[in-house]
């Protein structure tokens, strides 16, 4: 049975509901396993969430993302290789000597942990942002640790670099622009989250439970001082409930496109009828990272990827605070 990891972890931080109501008891009450996704740098961190932490977490959905350390700590290998070149190739032999190399120094947990986890990996075939030939060494990466009934791999769908709903409001499915969230006729909120819990009730018409903001660490993370999380009403009312975390992809957080992928996606819908807790951890924009991506590439430094990367012990100390946090009032 995995630990529960992100529940021994300390968080200084504050609560706040959106709009202004007072916290009161019972305290959230979330069950030990986690699952993540995300898109595009929010899926190369899914991927590094997941591998960071897989004693806490069980199954992981990445859109649009590519292989654990693909970058290898150098900015001209991710725009070579984990990018949208047609002739990307991701250097699987070497990634796994340095993966090796950190499991050995205790930076990195056990790839046995993933056997039975879940994956899921959509890949649109139109998408210019994220070659495909990069989704699909992630599956193979994957394929190494991963029980292979247990990996589900959508490249069949004509998409271009986004998030796909069934929704109408989204943008056209065959284009890539903010908010990067568009109407594919195609449910991936729904999809993803079946594969990684086994099945799901259908989701609720129109949202009923509280969005907060949640304070990130600064701790060296170079993230936004506000996260998000949305909080059904039952899980609010102390009822057992999972937790969800949802990466952002680049130009996709909250100061650039408001509260689009806080909303839109349809994750939240799912999280009403199947009391599940959303976290939307927020990445910022600065000079040498202008458009809020997840730090896939190394720009907060050199071990990124391993279990005491800023960003990734951020995020983890997040959901901690969400398990000891109290619940809001109806």
């Known amino acids: 049975m995995r630990s529960r990891l992100y529940n021994k972890l300390f968080f200084v931080a504050t609560l706040v509901v959106l709009p202004s109501v ?6 959230l009450k979330l069950m030990d396993d986690i699952t993540v996704s995300g898109l595009s740098s929010g899926g190369y961190m899914a991927v590094q969430f997941h591998l960071a932490f897989s004693e ?16 290898q700590n150098n900015l ?15 250097d699987i032999e070497a990634i796994n000597g340095y993966l090796a190399q950190l499991q050995q120094e205790q930076l990195l947990p056990s790839t046995a942990n993933l056997r039975d986890d879940k994956v899921w990996i959509l890949h649109g075939s139109a998408d210019s942002t994220v070659a495909p030939v990069v989704g699909a ?6 394929q190494q640790w991963v029980a292979p009934e247990n990996i589900k791999f959508v490249d069949n769908k004509p998409f271009a670099h986004h998030f796909p709903t069934s929704s109408a409001k989204g943008t056209a499915c ?14 991936a909120a729904g999809e993803l989250l079946t594969h990684l819990l086994g099945s799901v009730q259908p989701k609720v018409e129109t949202t009923g439970g509280s969005l907060v903001k949640l304070t990130q660490s ?8 506000t996260a998000f999380a949305y909080i059904p009403k039952r899980c609010a009312a102390g009822e057992p ?70 960003q990734l012990q951020a995020v983890m100390l997040l959901a901690s605070h969400l398990a000891s946090a109290p619940a809001i009032p109806e």
Not at 22 to 27: G, Q, S, V
Request: hydrophobic content about 40%.
């Open 56 to 71: 806490s977490v069980t199954g992981a959905a990445i859109l649009a993302g590519g292989p654990l350390y693909c970058a």
């Open 137 to 142: 060494a992630l599956v193979s990466q994957y």
């Open 22 to 27: 007072a916290a009161a008891e019972p305290a």
């Open 218 to 225: 600064q701790a060296g993370s170079q993230l936004a001082k």
């Open 76 to 90: 001209s290998t991710a725009l070579a290789n984990c990018m949208g070149k047609a002739d990307a190739k991701p």
């Open 174 to 187: 065959d284009v890539s622009e903010p908010p990067f969230i568009a109407s594919c006729n195609y449910d």
């Open 241 to 310: 409930c999972r937790l969800h975390i949802s990466f952002h992809g680049c130009k996709q957080h909250f100061a650039s496109v408001g509260d689009a992928y806080l909303t839109q996606t349809g994750l939240n819908q799912y999280a009403d009828s199947n009391d599940l807790v959303i976290l939307y951890p927020q990445a910022a924009a600065s000079a040498f990272n202008p458009h809020g991506c997840w730090d896939w590439w190394g720009y907060t430094g050199e071990q990124y990827i391993s279990n005491k990367a800023p």
